[in-house]
């Protein structure tokens, strides 16, 4: 029996791709949190339009469909607040890409013998972690209010992780438009349909309360499933199907767009 190892200079170039992948990935990372008025933002809205729920809505819980085994609308509403917030927050990471294009950084990393996958994963490894954080921020933040987490520990887990993993997917649609376009304001620009996108799901309202045109939208978009997962983690506790929901969604969702944002780079690469 032949066992194959990777040569020396083989081991040599992967442990070059990883550093050069952590160091990108940690100066993503910090490059978002030296930018409180760019974060702030993802914070803040999606606890205001909780409290704003909550005062609107209140009252429909235990009486409409979908809500009627709902003890508290905030309940309710924390699964879509980590959507929100983390929605919102992905776009910071795109923006920063743009800013590194439009000053030349990005153009001297490609030309650089640096990995190229590498260069992909650090940027969307600090929206990551930024993700992950808003999730434990949103939760921490509502806690005072009554709102409890019925799947225990695990499920706050399950969400921290769901977190990240809907910051890393959106944001590769964010990471591709930036090298397609080089224009922090274009991806700026993506925010209103990122917000229509979660307005056109069952993220504010139950789908059994719906109706007409808009159920049918919100029947076929998969941030409806999404939030759902998170929702029943909350409200109802540890189901096979809601940890797939709110894991496997962002995944599949992170697969194409990394794939878009390989596309873009490789297009970039072509015009060096």
């Known amino acids: 029996m032949t066992t194959s190892v990777l040569s020396a200079p083989q081991q040599h170039k992967t442990r070059d791709g990883l550093r050069q992948t952590y160091a990108l990935s940690k100066r993503s990372t910090l490059e978002i949190f030296r930018q409180p008025a760019l974060i702030a933002p993802s914070l803040i809205f999606p606890l205001f339009f909780a409290a704003l729920g909550a005062s ?52 001297r990393l490609l030309a650089s013998p640096s990995t190229r996958v590498g260069i992909l994963i650090g940027r969307l490894a600090g929206g990551s972690v930024f993700g992950a954080l808003q999730s434990i921020f949103f939760i921490i933040a509502l806690y ?46 993506a925010f209103p349909l990122i917000f229509i996108s979660l307005f056109f799901s069952s993220a504010f309202f139950p789908r059994e309360s719906m109706s007409g045109a808009y159920k049918t939208i919100a029947d076929y978009n998969p941030l ?6 998170l929702r029943v983690l909350t409200l109802q506790g540890l189901t096979t199907q809601s940890m797939a929901q709110a894991l496997l969604i962002p995944v599949a969702i992170g697969v194409g767009s990394f794939a878009l944002s390989l596309r873009q780079l490789s297009n970039r690469l072509a015009q060096l």
Request: charged share 10%.
């Open 144 to 189: 005072p209010f009554g709102v409890r987490i019925q799947g225990g520990i695990i499920a706050v887990l399950i969400m921290v992780l769901s977190g990240a993993l809907i910051a890393m997917s959106l944001g590769g649609f964010m990471t591709a438009m930036a090298l397609k376009t080089g224009s922090p304001e274009a991806v700026q620009g």
């Open 56 to 107: 609107s809505f209140g009252r429909t819980v235990g009486k409409v469909d979908g809500l009627k085994d709902v003890s508290s609308f905030l309940e309710f509403s924390l699964a879509s607040t980590i959507a929100q917030g983390v929605l919102f927050g992905s776009t910071t990471g795109g923006t920063a890409l743009a800013t590194d294009i439009q000053n030349g950084f990005m153009d």
């Open 224 to 229: 409806s499933y999404l939030v759902e997962g």
